[in-house]
């Protein structure tokens, strides 16, 4: 199993959230999250004052999938989340070890 971690800009949260549940994603956690990337940032303007801001707000979103869906859901992801602007974001895929279903006991897919 893969766990898919995806850093996006909040705006395209549902258009990839929906996309997803169309390619039968059922289960996904979402963060709120501060970072930068190449961009460092930005400048803003706020009452006539200039301000740095360093850390800028995106969306974390995690899926965990099987091995076979990966390239599915990073296709899925990339299509939805891509402005084709700095800041788009970035994905991660790491290999998951185990799964357990807390309620159940179950393990592995079954535990998805």
Do not use: C, W
């Not at 549940?21 to 289960?27: D, I, P």
């Not at 956690?29 to 706020?46: A, D």
């Not at 290999?95 to 309620?103: G, K, N, W, Y």
């Amino acid at each position: 199993m893969r766990k898919v971690e995806a850093i996006i800009r909040h705006f395209k949260l549902e258009e990839v959230k929906n996309a997803l549940a169309e390619q039968g994603v059922h289960g996904m956690t979402i963060t709120e999250v501060k970072g930068f990337g190449r961009q460092k940032g930005h400048t803003e303007m706020y009452r006539g004052t200039e301000y740095q801001v360093d850390f800028v707000p995106k969306i974390k979103l995690e899926v965990v999938v099987a091995e076979g869906e990966v390239q599915r859901v990073l296709d899925t992801i990339l299509r939805a989340a891509q402005t084709g602007q700095v800041g788009d974001g970035k994905v991660f895929v790491s290999e998951l070890t185990e799964v357990v279903r807390i309620r159940t006991g179950e393990l592995g897919r079954d535990a998805l």
